[in-house]
């Protein structure tokens, strides 16, 4: 099963992306994507509380166990303010905190990126962080495809250039679900994966990612 790197959130109130985007279509289209990809694509995800309760929901809703579709990172900075709901995907990875949040988030990324080959990143609405995101991804994943969607604003939406299934403009806002099968190789009839044996602790075992 091929992997996917989701990045998504809808911006805070106080943040200058939300005067720029719209929280109902992040949803709409992250729940298109979600739909689309759980149980047919891994997805691997940083936790952030307004897109892993709806993560582990979809999964629910699909009768996809979660530890056959989702790998969630989780820097333990935050470790105070995760949403427990985090507790309840089965690939959780916690990596360690230098008691910094900036360096801390560059930590948490370079072990997601670099624990996983992926085919494919998708970037919808957030803030600063997606940006981020989406350069350290390009430099470790140079050939994975990128679908960063514009029509709900935030962040996302500034990314220099958008990979669509024809290589040219795309009206995304009419047809999300034909952007993530074509863009992202999924048949809307193919099975899913329901279910798999566990195979990855819910920790970095080998301290790869810790202090020190």
Request: aromatic share 8%; with cysteine; hydrophobic share 40%.
């Amino acid at each position: 099963m091929g992997k996917i790197f989701l990045s998504a959130s809808v911006p805070s109130t106080d943040n200058s992306f939300y005067e720029q985007c719209d929280p109902m279509l992040i949803q709409a289209a992250l729940r298109t994507f979600l739909y689309t990809v759980v149980g047919r694509k891994h997805l691997v995800f940083g936790g952030h509380p307004t897109i892993s309760p709806l993560i582990l929901a979809v999964c629910e809703d699909l009768g996809v166990d979660n530890r056959a579709a989702v790998t969630i990172y989780q820097s333990k900075y935050f470790a105070e303010v995760a949403p427990k709901v985090n507790l309840r995907f089965e690939n959780l990875i916690e990596v360690d905190s230098t008691g910094d949040r900036q360096s801390s988030l560059e930590l948490m990324r370079r072990a997601m990126f670099s624990h996983h080959k992926f085919e494919a990143a998708v970037f919808i609405g957030g803030q600063q962080g997606i940006l981020d995101e989406h350069v350290q991804f390009k430099w470790d994943h140079p050939q994975a495809n990128v679908i960063a969607l514009r029509s709900p604003g935030g962040a996302s939406a500034t990314i220099d250039h958008l990979l669509t299934p024809d290589k040219k403009d795309y009206d995304e806002l009419l047809d999300y679900v034909g952007l993530f099968t074509h863009g992202l190789g999924i048949g809307l009839n193919s099975e899913r994966n329901l279910s798999v044996k566990p195979s990855k602790p819910r920790h970095d075992p080998d301290n790869t990612f810790g202090k020190g």
